[in-house]
Nanobody
């Protein structure tokens, strides 16, 4: 199983980016999916998560600015990020709870860099 993120890049303060994360491989089903971020010298933190039924959860710092969604048919999770500011600069990683050959476990992507300039 692989998770591949895309959509990161450099954007100015106030700008927007949309991240995508596609899961591939011998997938039976995907439960929760989420986005984390890690800035230099800081701990990895949860940004947003979404269940298989679409229930969402957000970090307080991104509420009202970021939106997580998923396309179950494509095994893909998205993160729409609006009103970006320099504090959002980090490597963004997706994860997913995936059932593979009867074993349920968490998988991680490699990450995509988001840089917000002031």
């Amino acid at each position: 199983v692989q998770l591949v993120e895309s959509g990161g890049g450099l954007v100015q303060t106030g700008g927007s980016l949309r991240l995508s994360c596609a899961a591939s491989g011998s997938i039976s089903s995907i439960n929760a999916m989420g986005w984390y971020r890690q800035a230099p010298g800081k701990q990895r933190e949860l940004v947003a998560s979404i269940t298989s039924r679409g229930s969402t959860n957000y970090a307080d710092s991104v509420k009202g600015r970021f939106t997580i969604s998923r396309d179950n048919a494509k095994n893909t999770v998205y993160l729409q990020m609006n009103s970006l500011n320099p504090e959002d600069t980090a490597v963004y990683l997706c994860n997913a709870n995936i059932l593979v050959y009867g074993l349920q476990r968490w998988y991680w992507g490699q990450g995509t860099q988001v840089t917000v300039s002031s």
